[in-house]
């Protein structure tokens, strides 16, 4: 088993700490589509924003640890989707900026990130491109007075509560094409910002609209035409913080499927002696014990290379997310009737499980990934 060492386990304890503060009102918080003030309140407390911003602009480290952002999650997760979201979006939404904005760009928002006195936001899908960034049609151009953005941004999460946006965009003609990427406050005229579809999981989501937005030359990240490696960089560190999330909710719906198993009797006894019940609630523990030491082993690779061993975050992602899926499925079944009562603890987990199948790299799409990295004999 993969043991955190006395400083990750640190991190963990304030995590945990900051979780059973919103644990309370965690139903609530869940259900906002807009940011849940006490949820952040607690959030900034605790302090663990900069766990996702570097030393030099207020950050907890000179460089960002996956495995402290993993365990971080992990820990919020059990308690709150919408803590987790809160915290994950601060790292997601500013690292292109961390690894591609210039000094005073970094200066002026890096440490409000850390502080959550800013919400950070990252907009790369939209209405008809998903999965495949490459075909984005949001362009970017050089203008006399800065760099100018034109298009739709679709489900960006943060969207409306963001105080800026990391946009991906397409730059050029012919030859002298390629991707670049540009920091849009939420303030620039011609940028609309309309509330996005409500999920079966709620969340903060927005839909964006450029119009003729224009910014400083000085809010580019990374290099004109180059900066799609920018948006690969950004999943080699963060894509298997979402595992660690999975991680977080399949054990709050193992413990809460073994509450009940252990206290509800039928034919006399307690549900968990009952062979089958018993036997599942077993399988869940498995599924989440192996998701665990999969997600922390991959998270500390990513530590020292997160390029080098994006292969093992993903397979990591695809593991522990799926595990979540059947683990709270389980833990359903488990409870019987009690599983199905809408408002319910083991409700708001079935629907939060859902959708860490599908974002930050789709299963399907993730497990094609790896079947090509096997094809070409990866080790």
Known sequence: MFELSPHHRKIQETARAAAAEVDPF?????ASTVVH??????????????????????????TLDPLAIAVVREALMYSSAHLDSL????????????VGGSDELRARWLP???ALDAIAGLALTEPDIGSDLRGVTTTLASVS??????????FITNGGAADFYCVLGREGDGDARGHSMVLVPADAPGLTVRPGPGLIAPHI?????????????????????????LMLQT???FRVSVAGSAVGLA???LDEALRHVTVREQFGRPLIGLGAVGQNVALSWTDVEAARALTYRAAALAQSDPLGHLDMSSIAKVNATEAAGRVVDRSVQAMGRFGLVQGSKIERLYRNARPLRVYEGATEVLLDSLARRLAKGAS
């Open 26 to 30: 965690a139903g609530e918080a869940d």
């Open 37 to 62: 003030e006490a949820a952040r309140e607690a959030l900034r407390r605790s302090g663990l924003a900069r766990q996702v911003v570097p030393a030099a602009h207020g950050g907890a480290s000179e």
């Open 235 to 237: 999943l080699a560190v």
């Open 251 to 253: 054990q709050a719906a």
């Open 87 to 98: 915290f994950g979006m601060q790292g997601v939404g500013s690292y292109a900026l961390t």
């Open 145 to 154: 007075d800065g760099v100018r953005v034109d298009g739709r941004k679709s």
């Open 205 to 229: 989501l927005g839909e964006l609209e450029f119009d003729g937005v224009v910014v400083p030359e000085g809010n580019r990240l990374g290099v004109p035409l180059k900066a799609f490696s």
């Open 112 to 114: 409000r990130v850390a």
